[in-house]
């Protein structure tokens, strides 16, 4: 256990918690504009961190260099994707939910 | 002069990529990114001037930091929303006017929306925003305007 494997645990090990919480969100909000907010933006953050752990336990090579545009190309591709999503679902007519009045 | 700088750009992808340094994959190499470059040179690089452009990727960089720190305040605030027993969230939908003029300024904008606290961009028309906001108050920090200003710096004045 060397000082890189440890942080390269803490890395992945928030990366995975962002994922995970990702999957909740998504099971758990009401409607489908909402469920893009944990799917576009957490899954962005815990992959990159999973990636960066990756890089920092790989060291300077052609593999985190290759890691590293990964995660560029993520950061450029989530949110375009969600835009794409939302926007079908918006030009197909689908209305957002809202929270009812208090009874 | 496009076609040299495509080329490189092309060749420098080429080696980070396949990691040999022999002569036939070099070669390989030079074969292929003349070739592409040959025929996308003005696709890619199109009539960018490059002054102009390594400013904005400078004012970019400066934008960067702060689109970092929105991201993770942004997942935090999702993260919260998700694990609370009650989902203290009441979407709804707003729509905004921009007056960004560039196609960068309006995409570096919607990007960032979709990656920022609460708000994911829905549609973008005639500079027109649809966003929805899953709670009322990123409604209300979008709409006040910050991060707007801060991609206007982005853009730079010449529009």
Redesign the interface.
């Known amino acids: 256990m060397n000082i890189t494997t440890i942080i390269t645990a803490i890395f992945l090990t928030i990366g995975c918690f962002f994922s995970v919480v990702a999957a909740i969100g998504v099971v758990r909000f009401p409607d489908f504009y909402s469920r893009m907010h944990p799917a576009g933006k957490n899954d962005t953050l815990g992959q990159t961190l999973i990636l960066i752990g990756l890089i920092i336990y790989e060291g300077f090579s052609f593999v985190s260099i290759k890691l590293l545009l990964i995660i560029i190309f993520i950061f450029i591709a989530n949110p375009t994707a969600t835009h794409a999503i939302a926007k079908a679902a918006y030009l197909a007519g689908l209305k957002p939910w809202e929270k009812e009045e208090k009874k | 002069m496009n076609f040299i700088i495509t080329f490189i750009i092309l060749f420098f992808f080429w080696i ?2 396949s ?1 040999y340094f022999d002569f036939m994959h070099l070669f390989l190499g030079v074969i292929s990114s003349l070739f592409v470059a040959f025929i996308s040179h003005d696709l890619i690089m199109g009539d960018v001037n490059i002054g102009r452009a390594s400013k904005n990727v400078l004012r970019f960089l400066r934008y960067l930091p702060w689109l970092l720190y929105q ?2 305040l ?2 935090l605030d ?2 919260y ?3 609370h027993p009650d ?1 203290p ?5 707003i729509k905004f006017k921009t007056d960004l003029k560039t196609d960068m300024g309006i995409v570096v904008l ?2 960032s929306i ?2 920022t606290p ?1 708000t ?4 973008v028309k005639d500079g027109e925003f ?1 966003v ?1 906001a ?1 709670a009322e108050r990123p409604a209300d920090d979008l709409l006040g305007g910050e991060m707007q200003a801060r991609v206007k710096k982005v853009e730079g004045g010449e529009g």
């Open positions: 980070l990529l990691g991201i993770v942004a997942n999702i993260v929303r998700t694990l989902m969230i009441a979407p709804r939908i919607a990007n979709t990656l609460g994911v961009t829905i549609d649809i929805h899953i």
